[in-house]
C-alpha cells in the first residue's frame, strides 16, 4: 500500500498536500475509497480517501508497526557529485538513517556553496519519498553544510570516521568496544579522501577511524555498506 | 597504484592488453618508468612501464595481499532496468562476490532476451573496471542468463531467496544456523517480488526465504545490503 507522511488532520480525515494529492491522483491514478498509508508523528494509520483536490483520506485502522532502527545514526557525506549524492541519500534512507548533512570537505571535486540551498531542497525531496516508498515511520532531515569546524563541535555517543588509514579499527570491533551508544556519526571523506589534518582534527575531537574491511570502497558506496553492517549487528 | 588484470607473461614482462594500454596511456596519462599493480592468477605484483603499443611492464615485486573473502558468493538477480543493473554489478564487486548471472524472472519489467548476449559483454566490462578499482585479486564472472529451471537445478553449500515473505528468517538466523558453507547463492527478485510459484518451487529445491530486516528494500539494494552484511558477519 502507497505511503504518504501528513500532520494535517481534522476530526479523523487527513488533507494531503498539493504534491502528494498529485501522485495520488495522476501518479498513481487512486480512486475515492482507494485506501494509502498515512504515517503521522510516527504511527502508521490506514486511511480510505474521501475526497480530491486536495486529496483527503479518513483514518481507518492504526496499525501496530515500527521500521525504525532503536539507534539513531546521522551520515555526514562530503561533497561528491550529483548522481552519487542522490543514491546516498536514497539507499540511507532506505538503511534507515536518522539525518543526514552533507560537508564541504578539502578534497570535494564538489565545491560550488552557491547551489547549495536549492541542493538541500532536492534532497530533502528525494529522502520523503524514499522514506515512503520504504516504509519509514519518520523522514529523515536533510541538515545544512557542515564545514571542518563544525564537524569538530558536534556530539554523539560514538563519532565513526571512516578511513582506509591502516591503524583504522574494522566496525565490528569499533561497535563491539562501545556498547551504550544512542546516536552514532558517521562521517565519509570524499573520492580523494580526508587530508590528514583533517582526520588528525577529528581523531583530537573523539572520532575513531574506523574501516568497513580489506577491498577499497568508492565514496558512494561507504554510506550504503556501513549502515548496512550496522542493521545487521542490531539483527535479532 | 592503479590495479590492471592480465596473464600475458614473458620473462617478467607483462603485455597488457589494447584497452588497458589506452587507458594508461590516454586516460592515465603514464610514462614509461610509471608504476602499475598487475593481477595474474590472483596473485598481485608492482611492474614498471618499459614500453608503449602496446603497455609492456616489467614486475619489480610481488605484493603479500588478498582482497577476496574467503566464501564464494554469487549472486543472482533478476532482470531490472540498466541503470540499476550497473550499480549492482559494480557495488556487488566492490564488495567481493564472487560471480553473478543474471535472472529472467515472471515479474522482470525488462524482458528482452534479444539484446542479452551485448548486455553480458558489458556487464562483464563493468565488472573488470570495479574489480580494478577496488583492488580485487580476481574479477568476477558474468555467467549467462538462468530461468527457473537453471536456478531449480544450481547447486550451492547454502541458497538464499530475499523474500520480504513474513515467514522469512532474518540473515543473521540463517548464516548462524549454517556453519559450514563455502559456496552461497544469493538470488533477488524482481521489482514485482517473485511470483508465488517461483518462490516455492525454489523452496522445494533447499532455497531459504531470507529477510534483511524490517524495512522495504528496492530490487538493487538488496543485493548490496546482504553482501555487506555478510562481509561484517566474516570480519575479524
Redesign the interface.
Known sequence: MQRYFSNSKDNDVYTLSNDDSYHITKVMRMKINDLIEIVDDKKTYICKIISFNPVKAEVKEMLNE??ELEKKIIIIQSLVNETKMD?ILQ?CC???MYAFHPYKAKNSVVKENDKIDKKLVRWQKIVKEASE????NIIPVVGRLLNIDDLCNIEADLKILLSVNEVSK???NVLHANNSYDTIIIVVGPEGGFTNLEEEKLISRGFVRTS???????SE?AS??AL??M???W??
Open positions: 515500527n521500521n543514491l539507499k532506505e538503511l534507515g516508498q520504504s516504509k519509514r574494522n566496525l565490528k568497513l574491511g580489506a577491498r577499497v570502497l568508492r558506496t550504503i555498506v548496512s553492517m542493521n545487521y549487528e539483527m535479532v
